[in-house]
């Protein structure tokens, strides 16, 4: 029995991640943490950590996997430089995946993302759209920061010299370098993404749209399952889908 404590827990994610554990034999939840209460008294009971907290919250929950030896699945998003810094500084001691998106879809859109900005060269312009519901606190969405980075990564740019986060006022021409980067945010919608590849007399768009938060959550525990038997390290969603 694989035994999971689910940080975060009270929020959308957790409860997702709480139903959809109870339907997979072989995994069990053993506690629920939310704020308030102490990871630090609890974390003794488990093999595997998931956090769906808060950015900030996660370099906290990092250093307390490493220090007790426990795995960690890490689904928050947002993070500063500094915070991703600090949380890499634990891959040499524990096994994590960390993943911007945890489904199967949008992981098959990073790989398509990359098959398509190689096939049509840097003629394109480059821009990526997402769209998620009104309470979501991080903009962009860690998904479109891992698909610009992906545009970025194809055409041998740094993406912070490149991304060009929504347009206001008299910008000039767009340059063919920029990669744009858009958020939209209302109602409740749970995760849309579309990357656009743009050139005079043509246009292709790849589109994922996610309708239940259950697409992440049996990612996650997917993953869950898969880093118990890892070795130390930084893992990704392509690692545990077998994608690289
Ligand atoms: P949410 O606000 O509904 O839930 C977050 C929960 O974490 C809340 O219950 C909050 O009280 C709790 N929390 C905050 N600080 C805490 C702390 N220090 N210790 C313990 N619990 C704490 O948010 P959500 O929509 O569930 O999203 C959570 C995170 O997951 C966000 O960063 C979001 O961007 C990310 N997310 C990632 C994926 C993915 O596939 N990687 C998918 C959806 C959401």
Not at 159 to 179: C, F, M, Q, Y
Request: aromatic share 4%; net charge neutral.
């Amino acid at each position: 029995m694989i035994k999971v404590i689910i940080t975060g827990a009270k929020g959308r994610m957790g409860q997702a991640l709480i139903a959809c554990a109870e339907k997979i034999p072989g995994l069990e939840v053993v506690a629920e943490i939310d704020k308030g209460d102490s990871l630090a008294a609890l974390i003794g009971k488990c093999d595997v950590v998931i956090d769906f907290s808060a950015r900030e919250a996660t370099v906290e929950v990092a250093r307390l996997c490493a220090e007790n030896k426990k795995a960690l699945v890490i689904g928050t998003t947002g993070h500063t430089d500094t915070d991703t810094f600090e949380i890499k500084q634990n891959q040499t001691k524990i096994p994590i995946v960390w993943a911007s998106n945890f489904s199967t879809g949008v992981n098959t859109l990073f790989w398509l993302t990359r098959k398509a900005a190689e096939i049509l060269g840097p003629d394109f312009d480059l821009e990526v759209i997402e769209m998620h519901h009104r309470l979501k606190k991080d903009a962009p969405s860690g998904t479109a920061k891992s698909l610009a980075e992906i545009l970025a990564d194809v055409r041998k740019l740094h993406l912070n010299e490149v991304a060009r986060h929504g347009r206001a006022g008299i910008v000039g021409e767009r340059t063919p370098s920029e990669i744009g980067i858009h958020s939209i945010r209302g109602g409740d919608v749970v995760g849309d993404h579309t990357v656009i590849f743009a050139n005079t007399g043509e246009r292709v768009e790849l589109t994922h749209k996610a309708s239940s938060r259950d697409t992440f959550a049996n990612g996650a525990l997917r993953a869950a399952q898969w880093l118990v038997k890892q070795k130390p390290g930084l893992y990704d969603m392509q690692d545990v889908l077998g994608l690289k």
